[in-house]
């Protein structure tokens, strides 16, 4: 089922270009009164964002998508050069993935996430050790 990620931004069209340049399509725009009502992208299926005009509460909307075998090395690059954004990493996790975390001008954050093909076994052997209804239905 897909779920929906609202951030409320200073500046839609800002935003949205931003955000397409992570990768992600704007699918629809619904018009409102003095611009866009929503925006609504998505980057891979289910990794849906909607932008809505607002002011932001900083820090207040976290998400995790799955890199979908982009390199996250050379889209940090490209992100960074984006004015009012943060990008942290690609950075290990100690749950075997890579990550590269977004921050975009009104301190939303999309966090794309890739595990680390390399250390699969060592993944596998430390997921063994969890407990839980899940546990062994890989």
Known sequence: ???FATFQVRDIAATTAFYEAAGFVALATIPGENGP???HLRRMKYQDLLLVPGEPIPGSTTVSFSAGGEDLATLASTLRAFPGVT???PA???WY???VTITDP???RVILTAPRLAELDQAK???ATFEGDWAGKQ
């Open 37 to 39: 009502a929503v925006v």
């Open 106 to 108: 009104d301190s939303n």
């Open 97 to 99: 993935t890579s990550d």
């Open 1 to 3: 089922m897909p779920m």
């Open 125 to 127: 052997q430390w997921a």
């Open 87 to 89: 990008i942290t990493g």
């Open 92 to 94: 290990d996790t100690v």
